[in-house]
């Protein structure tokens, strides 16, 4: 046993400030190219679960990430965003053909996801796992998203993932909202039927679902919520600091910035009833499976 490490664990929350954990190399394997090794924070052992942080793009997931590290944090669990680490240096997550066994780590919360796969392979859920899925309105999300395809979406400084984002960009420019929506819904419906499917593949009691219109302004007791399903023993006092920290309300609409309005419902203003009728055909289905009736 580490005493010297203990020691210093000990410290750091005496003072209120989480020790920062070990990192360990892992080989990713990227299509078309060599292993990439990549290093992130793992566990010092203890815990034998492994925690997970799911949802689609533009359903809240950069608040639940935000709020879900800091959470992490103060639970002492590490915390990896891989995706977002791939993004960072120009990697597309659907190159990657294999993690090097990162996701068989136990006691670390993995966040990042938007969308429950990696390349062609559902990301994997060990036994122990237990796992946290944000749903949206799907007619908001695709609203939220055409904003944030042309004004606001962080572009890296070079990679395959710089290209594709600055072609979203000029192609969300150059389209009508309605039938950018429109033209992407099918691929929304497809991305839910499979988040869908990867939910169905864990076990029941390894899954809990927060639904972006219950919990976007009651943020102290989603914290609460993730905190006592992941079994994560975290002060009050904290889990206000957080939510105080990342309660963002803007009191005007900013297209350019990513917090563009948080208020659910924004698809009404925005689209045109004929739109809206056709997304609720397209996204109907799949969204009766997370509790959304269109």
Known sequence: MNFSSLGARALSLLRGTPSQPPTKAFAIQVRDAESVELSFPVSTGGRET???????????????????????????VPFVDFPGTLFGKGIPILDVTDTG??????GVCFGGFRGAWIGSKFVEIPAAAMVVVLVRDPRDILVSLYFS?????????????????????????????????????????????????????????????????????EKERWLRGMSEWFGWDVPLHHIQQIAAKHDVRPENEDASRHIRKVAPGDHIEKLQPATIARLNEILGPASAKFGYTL
């Open 101 to 106: 066994g990162l996701f068989r780590e136990a």
């Open 50 to 76: 492994s925690y997970f942080l799911m949802g689609l793009a533009k359903s809240g997931t950069v608040l639940m990430n935000g709020m879900g590290k800091a959470l992490a944090e103060q639970a002492g």
């Open 149 to 217: 395809v042309q004004k606001s979406h962080w572009v890296p400084a070079s990679g395959k993932v710089r290209d594709n984002a600055l072609q979203r960009r000029e192609d969300a420019a150059n389209t009508d909202i309605d039938l950018w929506v429109i033209e992407k819904a099918p691929g929304l419906a497809s991305g839910m039927e499979r988040l869908n499917t990867w939910c169905q593949l864990a076990r029941p009691e390894q899954v809990k679902f927060f639904k972006y219109e219950d919990v976007i302004f």
